[in-house]
T-cell receptor, first 115, second 110 residues
Framework: GAGVSQSPSNKVTEKGKDVELRCDPI?????LYWYRQSLGQGLEFLIYFQGNSAPDKSGLPSDRFSAERTGGSVSTLTIQRTQQEDSAVYLC?????????????FGAGSRLTVL | SQQGEEDPQALSIQEGENATMNCSYK?????LQWYRQNSGRGLVHLIL?????REKHSGRLRVTLDTSKKSSSLLITASRAADTASYFCATDASWGKLQFGAGTQVVVTP
């Protein structure tokens, strides 16, 4: 597509429920990132996919968080047994794999509220 | 953990004035990037400066990089109300994994 698409744009859930957030990167982009942004804060790195390489999961805050990228395109971030501190905007970004193309294109984000 | 730290956290100026914000980082980098975020939206890339560059311009934006001090600055000249946004620096230390700072919130009043 023309841009990075994220869904849902807003999600309200109850504590303890599982949620799935989806990211559709720009067609042909081989790198995909998930970041988390709490209210008024900067971006916290979560996970990074690059082509067929093993993902860099070093930013995932706990084992309740997981992400997958199917077919090198769409990615799903799953949060199990949600907690109130998981409330944040989850941002996805993608990047071309071309050498020297280090610029990220972000989606509009998925705002998660855990009650 | 965050690599970059922006300073100041918030900046309020009038239209026509210049806005300067700084970013400090901790480890060696390949490049440093600045992004802008309007309220409630995703980030938009503004400018990238490579580790072997010292200064770069793009329109009303000027970025400097001092690798010896591990710092960068972003200058917005002749600011406009539409420049109101949060500005983030991001460091690329491993050719791909970008680490973002906490951002500088800029408010430009008419």
């Amino acid at each position: 597509g023309a841009g990075v698409s994220q869904s849902p744009s807003n999600k309200v859930t109850e504590k303890g429920k599982d949620v799935e957030l989806r990211c559709d990167p720009i067609s042909g982009h081989t790198a995909l990132y998930w970041y988390r942004q709490s209210l008024g804060q900067g971006l916290e790195f979560l996970i990074y996919f690059q082509g067929n390489s093993a993902p860099d999961k070093s930013g995932l805050p706990s084992d309740r968080f997981s992400a997958e990228r199917t077919g090198g395109s769409v990615s799903t971030l799953t949060i199990q047994r949600t907690q109130q501190e998981d409330s944040a905007v989850y941002l996805c970004a993608s990047r071309s794999g071309s050498a020297g193309a280090n610029v990220l294109t972000f989606g509009a984000g998925s705002r998660l509220t855990v009650l | 953990s965050q690599q970059g730290e922006e300073d100041p956290q918030a900046l309020s100026i009038q239209e026509g004035e210049n806005a300067t914000m700084n970013c400090s980082y901790k480890t060696s980098i390949n490049n440093l990037q600045w992004y802008r975020q309007n309220s409630g939206r995703g980030l938009v890339h503004l400018i990238l400066i490579r580790s072997n560059e010292r200064e770069k311009h793009s329109g009303r934006l000027r970025v400097t990089l001092d690798t010896s001090k591990k710092s960068s600055s972003l200058l917005i000249t002749a600011s406009r109300a539409a420049d109101t946004a949060s500005y983030f620096c991001a460091t690329d230390a491993s050719w791909g994994k970008l680490q973002f700072g906490a951002g500088t919130q800029v408010v430009v009043t008419p």
